[in-house]
């Protein structure tokens, strides 16, 4: 099992900036790729920013230039850095890993932090 922790959400004005962490504990060497997701209420679940198995990472268009994902592997930890927010980034942001079992690909989720940015 793999658990994700988030942390870092909160309330910000247009054009600010906040850092979201993720903490992942458990089987973290069963652990191939971390990422972050977010979901506005009623619409589905989109792809902000995720490493590839590879290392490399993938953005959004819509966050491209603006965001920034990293890590800290011996604090098992992926890290979002959101710039020049817009209200159209508000949403409950979810971490993301995805893990091989037995050769069987496992998907993990945080429990979502909110970010709220007003206009």
């Known amino acids: 099992q793999v658990q994700l922790v988030e942390s870092g959400g909160g309330l910000v004005q247009a054009g600010g900036s906040l850092r979201l962490s993720c903490a992942a504990s458990g089987s973290i060497f069963s652990i191939r790729a971390m990422g972050w997701y977010r979901q506005v209420p009623g619409k589905q679940r989109d792809l902000v920013a995720h490493?590839?198995?590879?290392?490399?990472?993938n953005y959004a268009h819509s966050v491209k230039g603006r965001f920034t994902i990293s890590r800290d592997s011996a604090k098992n930890t992926v890290y979002l850095q959101m710039n020049s927010l817009k209200p159209d980034d508000t949403a409950v942001y979810y971490c993301h890993a995805f893990s091989l079992h037995t050769d069987r690909v496992v998907d993990y989720w945080g429990q979502g932090t909110q970010v709220t940015v007003s206009s």
């Open positions: 490493f590839t198995s590879a290392g490399s990472p």
